[in-house]
């Protein structure tokens, strides 16, 4: 049966609901964080050495941490970026550590037009170099073991996109003999897997039945027949109506003419989301930029209460598209969740905790309402 574990891909410790969230997640029952190196930019490990520290030993002492390295091709740069991991993490050594995605030599592999058995050569030997980095690394005492985290792992032979797996065994027990090691310390794979992307499993059979701990990433962001989902079930707005009159009418004038125009697009367009992280995309690349552009010749004493009606609509509007892309959800794959009598994060979730050869499932806990909810389905 599979357990859940902490997520970390967006957390930063600049926020302190994030904060709040971890604490509570370690305080609870949760005892395994997935975290990276590159996660904001270092912030979501300088979160978890800052919660750590303020930890009594009695809880601390049982919390693991698994950590990865982006994607590098020498010893000398994994090294770095451990090192580096360590000093954010305030630890001497971490449980795990993964080597992310090897499968992307293959890409610049195949710009150099290298043939096909050349390209899985050279990826080979550079899955190789990297085990026997990770292996000084365990030698050294900064890691107890190491893995891979990757979102290809596959058996396809003649995929030149994916990682095929069999092989890793072999590869990881020939870099513990190259430093004099009688057993590897490979330990750890980390793949997507969901309701939706059930490939995985295959790999997770595999991995158990060799030893190894499977963990499962992105269980509520599904990739499925060329679209993606979040599967999660959400309550609409009851305020979206008033932010959105309030927004329009302080903004019906000649000056904010452009702002206007620009809101009214956006509630004629909240239900066209595949998403709502294409929302969230969409917010970021197109609706602040032209925001931005139609405030730029306001007042700025009239800006201050001008901005506050904005942000207090785009949150009640992020919480009215969510909606509507689970009304879709719910059309779209009804066949799926026919039987889901709850809500679909619920269902997504508990098919996860019951497959057998997973160990962890990877959720991320912005907030301490996320952790409440997860530790009662923990539980």
């Not at 970026?81 to 305030?90: F, G, Y």
């Not at 709850?342 to 057998?356: G, N, P, T, V, Y």
Request: charged share 30%.
């Amino acid at each position: 049966m599979s357990t859940f574990a902490f997520g970390t891909y967006r957390i930063t410790d600049q926020n302190p609901l994030h904060i709040e969230a971890l604490k509570e997640a370690i305080e609870g029952s949760i005892e395994l964080i997935d975290t990276a190196a590159d996660y904001t930019d270092g912030g979501a490990e300088r979160a978890i050495g800052y919660v750590l520290d303020r930890t009594p030993d009695s809880i601390r002492n049982r919390v693991k941490i698994i950590s990865k390295c982006g994607y590098t091709d020498t010893k000398e740069s994994l090294t770095e970026q451990l090192d580096k991991s360590l000093q954010r993490l305030n630890q001497t050594k971490i449980d795990c550590y993964l080597f992310q995605n090897p499968e992307y030599f293959l890409y610049d592999a195949i710009k150099k037009e290298m043939p096909k058995d050349a390209m899985l050569d050279a990826m080979y030997e550079q899955i190789f170099n990297m085990f026997s980095a990770l292996e000084e690394e365990v030698k050294n005492g900064k890691i107890d073991s190491y893995g891979i985290s990757s979102e290809n792992f596959s058996k396809k032979s003649d995929a030149l996109d994916f990682l095929p797996y069999e092989d890793l065994i072999q590869l990881a027990q020939k870099a513990a003999h190259k430093l004099g090691h009688t057993t590897h310390s490979f330990s750890t794979i980390e793949l997507p897997i969901n309701i939706l992307e059930q490939d995985g499993l295959k790999c997770a059979k595999w991995a158990k039945d060799n030893g190894l701990r499977v963990l499962a990433t992105r269980p509520l962001n599904a990739h499925y027949n060329n679209l993606m989902f979040r599967l999660a079930d959400y309550e609409n707005s009851k305020e979206y109506d008033y932010y959105l009159n309030e927004l329009l009418e302080v903004s019906d004038d000649e000056l904010l003419k452009p702002l206007y125009n620009i809101i009214e697009q956006m509630d004629m367009n909240k239900h066209k989301f595949g998403w709502v992280g294409e929302y969230d995309t969409f917010l970021i690349t197109q609706i602040m930029p032209h925001i931005q552009k139609a405030l730029q010749n306001i007042d700025k004493n009239a800006l201050e209460d001008l901005l506050r009606y904005i942000e207090l609509f785009l949150v009640e509007y992020r919480k009215t598209v969510a909606y509507e892309c689970s009304l879709r959800l719910r059309t779209e794959l009804k066949d799926i969740f026919k039987k889901c009598d709850k809500q679909i994060q619920e269902c997504a979730l508990e098919f996860l905790l019951e497959q057998k050869d997973i160990d962890y499932i990877v959720v991320g806990m912005k907030k301490p309402t996320y952790v409440q909810e997860i530790l009662t389905l923990k539980s």
